[in-house]
């Protein structure tokens, strides 16, 4: 299995603007899921969204799923700057065994006050 | 209440040592993983135990060797240590089928 790319590598916004990553993976999926890694931290789940859906919401967080083009974006509205982490999608990838998540390379994003 | 808890946080050792990073998870999860974080932020499984039984085991060198005592714990033992062995390791669990995992803080392992 390859590794997911994501979307910008780095971002960087004000507080308040909104915040959108994207991720592209290259095999049949089970289903792909959003964590975030704050600095010297491990990662924290944020949403799993399956295959047979196309949006999801958690609270500030949209994520679209686009499996014909085997792409996801992560949205998040009206950043603040407690925002500011590392955001990797994973996939669990079908017929790859049991429960492996492939991550992706990951999105650093820096929101200013 | 820490739900996974790794230990040690950090570890300074010289090349050709051996160490060994713990594991506990307080969840009640029945699948635990190691993963390994390069300095790029690249992660990548390196195994997977489900109830003590060794599912997945991505191609590692031999000098790394997980154990599973109970499915609380899942350790990992490296002999040999490589300057290519720095990293930060991740133990993380979950709970049945392809569900959210939940990761421990990390234990940053430098080879020198």
């Known amino acids: 299995s390859q590794q997911g790319e994501e979307d910008p590598q780095a971002l960087s916004i004000q507080e308040g603007e909104n915040a959108t990553m994207n991720c592209s993976y290259k095999?049949?999926?089970?289903?792909l899921q959003w964590y975030r890694q704050n600095s010297g931290r491990g990662l924290v789940h944020l949403i799993l969204i399956r295959s047979n859906e196309r949006e999801k919401h958690s609270g500030r967080l949209r994520v679209t799923l686009d499996t014909s083009k085997k792409s996801s974006s992560l949205l998040i509205t009206a950043s603040r700057a407690a925002d500011t982490a590392s955001y990797f999608c994973?996939?669990?990838?079908?017929?790859?065994?049991?429960?492996?998540?492939?991550f992706g390379t990951g999105t650093r994003l820096l929101v200013s006050p | 209440d820490t739900a996974v808890s790794q230990t040690p946080k950090y570890l300074v050792t010289q090349m050709g040592n051996d160490k060994s990073i713990k594991c506990e998870q307080n969840l009640g999860h029945d699948t635990m993983y190691w993963y390994k974080q390069d300095s790029k932020k690249f992660l990548k499984i390196m195994f997977s135990?489900?109830?003590?039984?060794?599912?997945i085991n991505e191609t590692v060198p031999n000098r790394f060797s997980p154990k599973s005592p109970d499915k609380a714990h899942l350790n990992l033992h490296i002999n040999s240590l490589e300057l290519g062995d720095s990293a930060v390791y991740f133990c993380?669990?979950?709970?049945?089928?392809?569900?959210?995992?939940?990761f421990g803080p990390g234990t940053r392992l430098t080879v020198t």
């Open positions: 994973a996939t669990d990838e079908v017929n790859t065994g049991f429960q492996k998540l492939v």
């Open positions: 135990y489900n109830n003590k039984e060794l599912i």
């Open positions: 993380a669990s979950s709970q049945g089928g392809p569900h959210e995992q939940y």
């Open positions: 095999t049949s999926i089970n289903n």
